[in-house]
Antibody, heavy 121, light 111 residues
Framework: QVQLQESGPGLVKPSETLSLTCTVS????????WSWIRQPAGKGLEWIGR???????NYNPSLKSRVTMSVDTTKNQFSLKLTSVTAADTAVYYC???????????????WGQGTTVTVSS | QSVLTQPPSVSAAPGQNVTISCSAT????????VSWYQQLPGTAPKLLIY???KRPSGIPDRFSGSKSGTSATLGITGLQTGDEADYYC????????????FGGGTKLTVL
């Protein structure tokens, strides 16, 4: 059974870069799409982006200028970098597997437990 | 503001049935699969419905999904107190800037 685990600093200073890693266990990271999603306290889910194991990406247009995702198939990990963070980036960050059929994305079928990131000086 | 529109809240008594709607423009729901997620308090979201109307293994058949045109609906029958949670719809937006979108979420209260 595939499991995901987010890791990274829980506190980031304003204007700095938020960096998180998601480790995939119980299965291979290859041939799947992987996503990052965040959720500010008391608010809804916001999709940040997705990466395929080839390295191809799609990002949320509202965050695109600040987001970079990468994948390391040798470590079964994928990562998120979000630059120039502000207090508005404070949220629980989730990683998830985005299942895809022949043509269409089917849904996010495996989720990590989430990690809280606070942006504060 | 979410591209997918859900009612902020719905409520019903135990044993009753409830539906949650999700509507959008045709560039997303109309052309792509809709999925639904349940988020119990303090936990990560969990996939409830994928491919518009399919249930992952382990999801009771009390949960159902449907899609018609640019709208999707989550149905829950025989409500239980344990169903009290936030529910989100999601789909791929096939616009020029292709990306995934979530609805704003619906808080289900089981009275």
């Amino acid at each position: 059974q595939v499991q995901l685990q987010e890791s990274g600093p829980g506190l980031v200073k304003p204007s700095e870069t938020l960096s998180l890693t998601c480790t995939v266990s119980g299965g291979s990271i290859s041939t799947y799409y992987w996503s990052w999603i965040r959720q500010p306290a008391g608010k809804g889910l916001e999709w940040i982006g997705r990466i395929y194991t080839s390295g191809s990406t799609n990002y949320n247009p509202s965050l695109k200028s600040r987001v970079t995702m990468s994948v390391d198939t040798t470590k079964n990990q994928f990562s998120l970098k979000l630059t120039s963070v502000t207090a508005a980036d404070t949220a629980v960050y989730y990683c998830a597997r985005l299942a895809k059929g022949t043509l269409l994305f089917r849904g996010m079928d495996v989720w990590g437990q989430g990690t809280t990131v606070t942006v504060s000086s | 503001q979410s591209v997918l529109t859900q009612p902020p809240s719905v409520s019903a008594a135990p044993g009753q049935n409830v539906t949650i709607s999700c509507s959008a423009t045709s560039s997303n729901i109309g052309n792509n699969y809709v999925s639904w997620y349940q988020q119990l308090p303090g936990t990560a979201p969990k996939l409830l419905i994928y491919d518009n109307n399919k249930r992952p293994s382990g999801i009771p058949d009390r949960f159902s999904g449907s899609k018609s045109g640019t709208s999707a609906t989550l149905g829950i029958t025989g409500l239980q107190t344990g169903d009290e949670a936030d529910y989100y719809c999601g789909t791929w937006d096939s616009s020029l800037s292709a990306f995934w979108v979530f609805g704003g979420g619906t808080k289900l209260t089981v009275l």
